[in-house]
C-alpha cells in the first residue's frame, strides 16, 4: 500500500507515539487531507502533544469499515496551536512517510469502533473541529509540508530494529520440517516451498531450511557437514527452567541428541542438542534480575 485508503468520517485511530516508550491514545475523527497527510485534534493538555513536539516520529493505526486496516508512519507536526475553531486543542499533521497494510485474505474489516455519545456538547464540538479541519485542508497541508523536519537529536534515538534470518542447509527437508514443529515451531508458508522452508522463532527471527542444491545458490564457499565440524551455535531463549527442559525434551524425542551436558548457574539455565543434521542448538533461561544486571555480576554475587 502506497497511499492512505478513504475511511469514515466517524473513525476512531490509535495514535502511538515515544518518549522513547511507545504510548498509544485513541483519536477521534481523523482526516485524510491527501495521499499522504494526516489532519488530527489534540487537546492542548495530552501528554502525546508534548511527545510528538520532542519526538516526531508516530504511527496511526485506523481500522474502519469497508476493510480498511492500515498503519501510517511519519513524522508529526503541530500545524496550529490554539487551534482558532477551538482554542482547548491544538491541530497536528502527519507527513506519511510509509503506510503498512493489514488486510488479510481470511477476512474483511467490516466496522471500526464506535460509540454512543453520552454528551451532544462534546459531540457538536467534535463536529465543528472536523468541519474546520475540512475547511482549511490545504492551509494546514501547505503548513505541514513546509515546516521543517524537527527530529530529535542523534543520541536519543532508539536503535533500529532488524530482523535476523538465519540459514541452515539441510539434507531432508521434510524429515526437518518434522523434526521442528515437533519442538513446537510454525512455519511461514509464504516462504516456503519445495526447497526451503521459512521457521519462525519469532516476529523479529527466522531460520531458514533450505536443502543442500539451494543452500549451495547462497555462498561459494564449501558446505561444511554439520555432524563433523561446528559452524554456529544458535540458542533460542525460554521462559523458564521449565521450559528449557520441554524444548530440549522434545528435540531429543523428536530424534535429536545430546550436544553437551547441562549448564546450570542458579541464575542462568541451559541445555544443548544437536539437529537432525548436526546444527547445535542451545535452550537458555536467565533469571529477569541477571537479565537486567548482567550475568558477570550475578556469578560475582554468587561467589
Known amino acids: 500500500m502506497t497511499t492512505l485508503p478513504h475511511w469514515p468520517a466517524r473513525t476512531v485511530a490509535i495514535l502511538a507515539t515515544t518518549d522513547p516508550a511507545p504510548h498509544a491514545i485513541p483519536v477521534s475523527a481523523p482526516v485524510r487531507a491527501a495521499d499522504d497527510l494526516v489532519l488530527l485534534t489534540l487537546r492542548r493538555d495530552r501528554d502525546s502533544l508534548t511527545r510528538l513536539r520532542e519526538r516526531p516520529a508516530v504511527a496511526l493505526t485506523i481500522l474502519a469499515g469497508d476493510d480498511v486496516a492500515c498503519t501510517a508512519r511519519g513524522h508529526a507536526s503541530v500545524a496550529e496551536d490554539p487551534m482558532a475553531a477551538d482554542p482547548a486543542f491544538a491541530v497536528v499533521a502527519i507527513a506519511v512517510e510509509h503506510v503498512d497494510d493489514h488486510r488479510q485474505p481470511a477476512f474483511r474489516v467490516t466496522a471500526g469502533v464506535d460509540r454512543e455519545w453520552a454528551d451532544d456538547g462534546e459531540r457538536a464540538a467534535l463536529g465543528a473541529r472536523v468541519s474546520a479541519l475540512g ?7 501547505a503548513a505541514a509540508r513546509s515546516a521543517p523536519a524537527a527530529r530529535p537529536p542523534q543520541a536519543q534515538e532508539a536503535p533500529m530494529s532488524r530482523m535476523l534470518f538465519v540459514n541452515l542447509p539441510v539434507a531432508d527437508l521434510p524429515a526437518s520440517q518434522v523434526f521442528f514443529r515437533a519442538l513446537g515451531f510454525d512455519f ?6 519445495g526447497s526451503c522452508a521459512c ?7 527466522y531460520v531458514m531450511l533450505l536443502d543442500g542444491d539451494r543452500f549451495e545458490d547462497f555462498t ?3 558446505v561444511i557437514n554439520a555432524r563433523a565440524c561446528t559452524e554456529a551455535i544458535l540458542c533460542v531463549s525460554a521462559e523458564s527452567r521449565e521450559d528449557v ?9 523428536a530424534g535429536g541428541s545430546v550436544a553437551q551436558e547441562p549448564m546450570d548457574h542458579g541464575f542462568m539455565y541451559g541445555r544443548s542438542f544437536h539437529d537432525l543434521d548436526g546444527h547445535h542448538w542451545e535452550v537458555m533461561w536467565m533469571s529477569p534480575e541477571a537479565a ?12
Do not use: I
Not at 292 to 303: I, S, V
Open 199 to 205: 521457521m519462525v522463532l519469532s516476529d523479529q527471527a
Open 135 to 141: 475547511a482549511r485542508t490545504d492551509e494546514f497541508a
Open 220 to 222: 561459494t564457499k564449501p
Open 245 to 253: 527442559d520441554v524444548l530440549a525434551d522434545a528435540a531429543l524425542a
Open 292 to 303: 537486567e544486571r548482567g550475568p558477570a555480576d550475578m556469578a560475582d554475587q554468587a561467589a
Open 188 to 193: 511461514d508458508p509464504r516462504f516456503t516451498s
